[in-house]
């Protein structure tokens, strides 16, 4: 897309600017105010249609497999201004993430027959109705099971005292060695250079360290299928919107053909309510609400107090991991959404020691911190009141183990109420596939028998 974005005159870049705050007049969207990095200058952009494809919000948790900048920005902004965060407490867990830097080890690896093992060097996966174990690697069966079962497994494990204690914490190993160094160069090249670099394990002489990390936010942004929010001009696309499309419960490799669709539509509709509304008409109002974050900027640049910006974004992380992770329950949410709470009061107080215009990065995380300080929220609180297990989501009470259609076929729709969270809700709206148990391992093998069985004595009747 950069690249591409280059070949046109038309198109004006505005790179390495940081967006701050959304514009808005009469219940629609104006442009937005950015703080251009290189100069620290800050601006207003005006604008009759802008879309927000700011990515997910994976830098909320402690153990994670995203970038620096995936702070929920644009969920945050969007959250601000009165439009819906939709289905926040389904998180996904990648099974594989490196210990020390979240960085993933593909489920390639396992499709060409690594091995997830416990400390005793045990298949624990079969123990968790993913079995049997077999030797070759098979479709919806041990390693290849869907990403949230294997990071069920690896808790259950954990709380039995089967993993491996780290300095990064608890660990299980990918164990590869069996593939031989001519395979593993040949077919997970990659793999071997990141496992060595990031961890100094050669995956040919012994088991890579991994664990569960967060790898994507299925809710986000609410939107329809044009990408439109509630709020007129503005749209949003990617892991940053919810478009439903993934449900709770993302399968692997449906984000980048979802950025390739609705990023079109996304660009059409937008296109196409620029031309309808034409240009900016900037009111009096306008310009002074501009010019109000501007100043809040500038004071903020200013800003001295006692809290360390890298501390509660370190307790935060922590405090998400601990209360808001593979599993949930009544007390340790309830916990961390005091303790975030908390987090807030003191983030009034944070200290800016940079004082400089040219890339003050430190003003940068200030507003980061804000932002997943406030996605965190929406989740502690979204995830509280599903008092039910559905996809990402688990609840550890037993009242609450199993998928509650009668009461939570609903997404979870959370607005901004003055610092506080008010949660609604609408149906789920279902075409074709309703929602069903989900087995694999030797039951799957056992339905699909069955299923064929019913099949042939059908085919015998007819005959």
């Not at 937008?270 to 974050?293: F, N, P, T």
């Not at 959404?337 to 020691?353: A, C, F, G, P, S």
Request: aromatic share 8%; proline share 2%.
């Amino acid at each position: 897309m950069f690249q591409t974005s280059l070949q046109f005159d038309s198109i004006h870049r505005f790179d390495e600017y940081f967006c701050t705050e959304l514009l808005s007049e009469n219940g629609e969207c104006k442009g937005v105010v950015a703080i251009d990095i290189k100069t620290g200058e800050t601006k207003a952009f005006v604008a009759n249609a802008v879309i927000l494809a700011t990515g997910g919000a994976g830098r909320v948790y402690q153990f994670n497999t995203n970038g620096g900048i995936v702070t929920g920005d644009g969920m945050s902004m969007a959250y601000r201004k009165g439009v819906a965060l939709r289905d926040m407490e389904f998180v996904q867990y990648h099974p594989t993430g490196l210990p020390s830097s979240g960085i993933l080890m593909t489920e390639g690896c396992r499709g060409e027959g690594g091995l997830l093992v416990n400390k005793d060097g045990y298949r624990y996966l079969q123990d968790y109705g993913l079995g049997p174990a077999q030797d070759k690697p098979v479709k919806k069966s041990m390693e290849l099971g869907p990403r949230d079962r294997l990071s069920q497994a690896f808790w259950h494990e954990r709380q039995k005292g089967r993993t491996v204690k780290t300095e990064y914490g608890d660990v299980v190993y990918l164990d590869l060695r069996h593939l031989g160094k001519d395979y593993l160069m040949e077919r997970l090249p990659l793999i071997c250079h990141l496992a060595e670099s990031f961890e100094g394990v050669n995956p040919v002489t012994d088991p890579v360290p991994v664990r569960p990390a967060v790898h994507y936010t299925m809710g986000g942004i609410r939107v329809n299928l044009n990408t439109e929010t509630s709020m007129k001009g503005l749209f949003a696309v990617g892991e940053c919107a919810s478009s439903g499309l993934h449900g709770a419960n993302r399968l692997g490799s449906n984000s980048l053909s979802e950025f390739c669709v609705f990023g079109k539509v996304a660009g059409e509709n937008a296109g196409k309510r620029a031309l309808e509304v034409g240009q900016v008409q900037v009111s009096d109002s306008l310009k002074q609400q501009a010019e109000d974050i501007i100043k809040g900027i500038n004071v903020l640049r200013q800003q001295t107090g006692t809290e360390s910006i890298a501390d509660i974004h370190k307790e935060l992380t922590l405090t998400m991991e601990d209360h808001c992770g593979i599993y949930r329950e009544q007390g340790l949410l309830q916990t961390g959404l005091d303790k975030v709470n908390k987090l807030i009061e003191r983030y009034q107080h944070i200290e800016i020691k940079d004082k400089s215009a040219h890339f003050n990065t430190e003003i940068l995380m200030a507003y980061e911190l804000g932002m997943l300080l406030d996605v965190a929220k929406v989740m502690l609180v979204s995830a509280l009141s599903r008092t039910e297990s559905r996809g990402a989501h688990q609840r550890l009470e037993d009242e609450f183990s199993d998928r509650d259609d009668e009461n939570f076929l609903k997404h979870t729709l959370a607005y901004y109420d003055n610092g506080e969270v008010k949660l609604d809700y609408e149906t789920v709206n279902i075409t074709r596939s309703q929602p069903r148990i989900r087995v694999y391992g030797a039951e799957l093998e056992a339905q699909h028998k069955a299923e064929k069985a019913k099949q042939a004595k059908e085919t015998e009747g007819q005959a």
